[in-house]
């Protein structure tokens, strides 16, 4: 199976299955020296674990990370780092009438004709358990952005269609999923995830724009059906002079003009030495790169494909049959999914950092000073 590895500088590849002994990930290209620990891991694995309320799936799996390898006495090595999440409380008995059935909304048939086999424990590789491993991954890639004082956080906005950005909204939401919960239903919803501090310049003109590698990060999510960067489809429908982010020269507070004649025209003294956008419909990428804005990625999730609800599908035998999923499964998956769309984001941020070392002389002298 390819396509486990994503990054090009600062990769991670996850292995395991959802009902196998473990999950796990390997990251490859995170800078030596950053002190690393299990605690820093932790925060994020709590938002992402399940059983957590009644909106939830019932699984119990506490989520501890182990760190097998790249640190040592608290510091990452430079070496790849190993982590794996044990599985403790599966139920496979619950997928076993689903061995030759393919479930409406899931990549089962997709699986079973590309390798003529799949594993119906939870779907495998497929399940969204797997997005522990990314999470896991994610929390390094925060730490090292922390460092450089850039901060990734992402939010849910919007469930079952409803703006869950007000109090009244969060509740008359979880009414709602608990209603469709009841139904044996499910629903689905909008994650915003924001980038603040984020370098200009960062990112590729041509095929490795960073709004595409971004999309690339969490459309790779499971139950993810599309990504927005800023306005979106609503760009499509603005006029030019609506959608256009303009530029402002910025005096930077410790630059004061010497001189009335200079408060006229900073430029002679070279006064100016920040701009910034004048809106940010383009949500902090431009041409494929950052322009030092916000940079705001939304991500739209289906409603969660297992369901009791009875359903209509085949077997591999050709057979026409109603279907009601058994096990446990959450009524939306978006509560969860947070932290993942974060994750997902800081890497992909931290990976495109690296590259951007590269990308002029005096980068590198700054880094390889001829002394």
């Known amino acids: 199976m390819a396509g486990n590895t994503f990054g090009k500088f600062f990769k991670i590849t996850t292995f395991g299955e959802s009902h196998g002994p473990a ?39 506490a989520d501890e990370v182990e760190i097998l390898s790249g640190v040592f006495e608290g510091k990452t090595t430079g070496t790849p780092i190993a982590m794996i999440v044990r599985n403790t409380d599966q139920h496979s008995k619950d997928y076993s009438e689903l061995a030759h059935v393919f479930r409406p909304g899931h990549a089962d048939y997709g699986f079973y004709q590309k390798y003529g086999f799949r594993d119906y424990r939870g779907g495998g590789r497929s399940s969204g358990r797997e997005t522990l491993a990314r999470v896991a991954g994610g929390a ?6 922390s460092e450089l004082g850039i901060t990734v956080d992402a939010e849910v906005t919007e469930i079952a269609g409803i703006d869950v950005t007000t109090e009244a909204g969060r509740e008359a939401a979880e009414e709602k999923v608990l209603e469709v919960k009841e139904e044996q239903d499910s629903v689905g ?23 595409a590698r971004l999309s690339q990060a969490v459309m790779s999510i499971g139950a993810v059906k599309a990504v927005e960067i800023g306005d979106g489809v609503k760009a499509s429908k603005s006029r030019g002079s609506e959608d256009n982010d303009g530029f402002e020269a910025v005096l930077l507070p410790d630059e004061e003009p010497d001189s009335a004649e200079d408060d006229e025209d900073p430029y002679q003294d070279g006064g100016y030495e920040a701009f910034e956008v004048t809106s940010n419909h383009a949500g902090g990428i431009l041409g494929g790169m950052s322009d030092g804005a916000e940079i705001v990625i939304r991500a739209y999730f289906k409603p969660t494909p297992s369901i009791a609800k009875p359903q209509k599908t085949a077997n591999e035998n050709g057979d026409n049959i109603t ?14 999914a947070n932290v993942v769309v974060e994750c997902m984001v800081a890497i992909t941020i931290l990976d495109a950092l690296l590259e951007n070392m590269g990308a002029r002389m005096d980068y590198l002298k700054e880094i390889y000073p001829n002394e």
Do not use: W
Not at 31 to 56: C, F, H, K, W
Not at 140 to 145: S, T
Not at 190 to 206: D, H, K, L, R, Y
């Open 189 to 211: 919803g909008v994650v915003t995830c924001f980038v603040n501090n984020m370098p200009t310049g960062i990112g590729e003109p041509v095929f490795d724009k960073l709004d």
């Open 323 to 336: 279907l009601s999923i058994k096990g446990r499964h959450d009524p939306t998956v978006v509560e969860r």
């Open 23 to 61: 999950l796990g990930v390997v990251i490859d290209g995170c800078p030596a020296g950053l002190p690393l620990s299990v605690e820093d891991i932790r925060p994020y694995m709590e938002r992402r674990r399940p059983g957590q309320n009644a909106r939830t799936t019932a699984r119990k799996e």
């Open 140 to 145: 390094v890639a925060q730490k090292v952005l």
